[in-house]
């Protein structure tokens, strides 16, 4: 058995990590942030000194996209000081590490999928902060750690797209969604089965894009939410990026290539339909 410590394991991506590996028979230690903070360095030394992981995933993160823009100390705080810490308290016990960050790392302007190695160029603060905790950990653990890039991600807990558009239906006998922001809804279960196989692969370490594969728009998104949960997606309307004013802007191209997933022996994530379809409905 591995020892593994999952930060953030009550949401909605370390929620279904922590259930994979206990009923793999694995050692999990899943914190809750009131039992480690983990953006108080002395603290996470302590708990990883007390409870020896070998493998740790980070999954907490500050996900806030708009509110990080005027709360930047909290974001870097959460996003780029913690993934360090953590990444030092692995090397003192010999772990390795596997941090999960996001497409915002990117400009959002290609027209083709972003590859690994790919310029950056992050537009909003909680792409910079994410970009400064991939960083952070690739320089402190440059042989035993991954980085892997996320995007669109749901799962049947905490806040996400399809949670959000079921219970809007309920309520609302139309959504205007846009249609021309393009990315890659990602299931929080294959995303963290993906994260499990990496940890414990000969993969080299790096970076790589965790994403199920092909791509649509949240408009197109919405309408396959709607019918695979027996909605009319004609209820689903268009409508574009210039009719909505957000503090934090979005990429409008947000879709990430997945060549070095051969590196790791391992084919890339489904189809995005496929794991949609056996997430839906929700029970």
């Not at 990590?17 to 999990?28: C, D, I, K, Q, Y």
């Not at 999954?59 to 030092?88: F, G, M, Q």
Request: proline letters at 7%.
């Amino acid at each position: 058995m591995t020892t593994w410590l999952v930060t953030g394991g009550t949401g909605q991506l370390g929620s279904e990590v922590v259930a994979l590996l206990a009923g793999r028979g694995e050692v999990v230690v899943a914190p809750t942030a009131a039992e480690l903070d983990i953006t108080d360095a002395a603290a996470v030394r302590a708990f990883v000194d007390a409870t020896g992981p070998e493998v740790v995933v980070g999954c907490a993160a500050y996900t806030a996209v708009d509110a990080a823009e005027s709360d930047v100390a909290a974001a870097a705080a959460l996003n780029a000081d913690a993934p360090r810490h953590l990444a030092l308290a692995c090397a003192q016990v010999g772990a390795r590490m596997v941090q999960v960050s996001t497409d915002y790392v990117f400009s959002g302007d290609a027209h083709e999928p972003y590859a690994e190695d790919a310029p950056t160029g992050p537009r909003t603060v909680y792409g910079r902060t994410k970009l400064a905790g991939e960083t952070a950990v690739l320089e402190v653990l440059p042989d035993s750690a991954y980085v892997v890039r996320t995007a669109w991600l749901y799962g049947p807990t905490g806040s996400n797209f399809v949670r959000t558009m079921l219970r809007l239906a309920a309520d609302r006998p139309s959504l205007d969604v846009v249609d021309d922001q393009w990315g890659q809804p990602t299931s929080a279960r294959d995303l963290a089965e993906r994260l499990v196989e990496l940890a414990g692969s000969a993969a080299p370490p790096g970076i790589y894009h965790g994403t199920n594969a092909g791509a649509t728009t949240w408009n197109g998104f919405a309408r396959e939410v709607f019918r695979l949960s027996g909605l009319d997606p004609e209820r689903v309307r268009t409508t574009s990026s210039a009719d909505l004013v957000r503090p934090a802007p979005r990429p409008a191209y947000s879709v990430l290539g997945h060549d070095r997933w051969a590196l790791a022996g391992l084919a890339p994530m489904r189809p995005w339909q496929d794991a949609l379809t056996a997430a839906l409905p929700f029970g």
